[in-house]
């Protein structure tokens, strides 16, 4: 089994593990940059288990961002029968390709 950790980035939880590829919210940063996750929530090496109360303390990881994006386009419409009313919005979502260059408990 391949190592992997828990990481909290901008409120929510995600899986990593090194070499891994990982759509995030969008981060500040220019694309090669490095990021530093240091919000690791669990660690799991192979054998050992570790969990943070709510973090744990010392661990991290190191990540490179790869790509900036933005998600498919969502239409929002509301109506109201019989009045003639009517509006339309159309909203992307905003993202970041990051790709886990280390882990470490």
Do not use: C
């Amino acid at each position: 089994m391949h190592p992997y950790a828990i990481a909290e980035i901008s409120g929510r939880q995600f899986r990593i593990e090194k070499g891994a590829r990982v759509q995030v919210p969008r981060l500040p940063g220019e694309e090669g940059e490095a990021v530093t996750l240091d919000k690791l929530l669990l660690v799991h090496d192979g054998d050992k288990v570790t969990v943070g109360a709510p973090y744990i303390e010392g661990a991290g990881a190191e990540a490179k961002i790869l790509a900036h994006g933005r998600g498919r386009k969502i239409f929002i419409v509301k109506k109201k029968r019989r009045k003639g009313y009517r509006r339309q919005a159309n909203a992307r979502a905003r993202h970041t390709v990051l790709e886990i260059v280390k882990l470490s408990a």
